[in-house]
Antibody, heavy 116, light 112 residues
Framework: VQLVESGGGLVQSGGSLRLSCAAS????????IHWVRQVPGKGLMWVSR????????AYADSVKGRFTISRDNANNMVYLQMDNLRADDTAVYHC??????????WGQGTLVTVSS | QSALTQPASVSGSLGQSITISCTGT?????????VSWFQQYPGEVPRVIIY???IRPSGVSNRFSGSKSGNTASLTISGLQAEDEADYFC????????????FGGGTKVTVL
């Protein structure tokens, strides 16, 4: 059971990035998938979540209107499109399955750095 | 500023018990049964040690226990061991707000 994120990098303020999350060892279609971010050495922040068939999506207030979560169950993938990025979006972004439960699984994360 | 309030640091001697508090409001901890605790070592991914207020995932030591009273959740580590030195975070669903989940700012546990 594994989640692997990709797509992070250095981007200028106002720019965009698309994060990808590839699942293996389980069917992503069976689970809620969340994105949680962490500034290195600091705390955690819940960013977004999507239900099994993408009929429910939700976002933290600070990213609402700028980030879009989506999924491709056929290819076992989840995505986070991040637009109009700001310096305070700089963090490691983790893709997680049921992040707060006994069946949780976290990816190692991908670093997003937004330069101002 | 995190939505849930945790002490920045807690310390205890080997074998002692310590308790970490996680204080929210009636909009999150006070009205949510999905309160979780995470343990994180430097450079590692957080792992769940308590979920649904007081349930331990398989493989987590029974020295860890969780509880909730009103708007405050608590994590107790009994029989403190050297390997318990880590950062601990709480999270809660937040059904009465526009954020689905909120986290605490984290507590550094030091074993003396």
């Amino acid at each position: 059971v594994q989640l692997v994120e990709s797509g992070g990098g250095l981007v200028q303020s106002g720019g965009s990035l698309r994060l990808s999350c590839a699942a293996s060892g389980f069917a992503v279609s069976d689970y809620w998938i969340h994105w949680v971010r962490q500034v290195p050495g600091k705390g955690l922040m819940w960013v977004s979540r999507i239900n099994q068939d993408a009929t429910y999506v939700a976002y933290a207030d600070s990213v609402k209107g700028r980030f879009t979560i989506s999924r491709d169950n056929a290819n076992n993938m989840v995505y986070l499109q991040m637009d109009n990025l700001r310096a305070d979006d700089t963090a490691v972004y983790h893709c997680t399955r049921d992040f707060d439960s006994g069946t949780n699984c976290w990816g190692q994360g991908t670093l997003v750095t937004v330069s101002s | 500023q995190s939505a849930l309030t945790q002490p920045a640091s807690v310390s205890g001697s080997l074998g002692q018990s310590i308790t970490i508090s996680c204080t929210g409001t009636s909009s999150d901890v006070g009205s949510c049964k999905y309160v979780s605790w995470f343990q994180q070592y430097p450079g590692e991914v957080p792992r769940v040690i308590i979920y649904d207020v007081s349930i331990r995932p398989s493989g987590v030591s029974n020295r860890f226990s969780g509880s909730k009273s009103g708007n405050t959740a608590s994590l107790t580590i009994s029989g403190l061991q050297a390997e318990d030195e880590a950062d601990y975070f709480c999270s809660s669903c937040s059904p009465a707000t526009t954020n689905d989940y909120v986290f605490g700012g984290g507590t550094k546990v030091t074993v003396l």
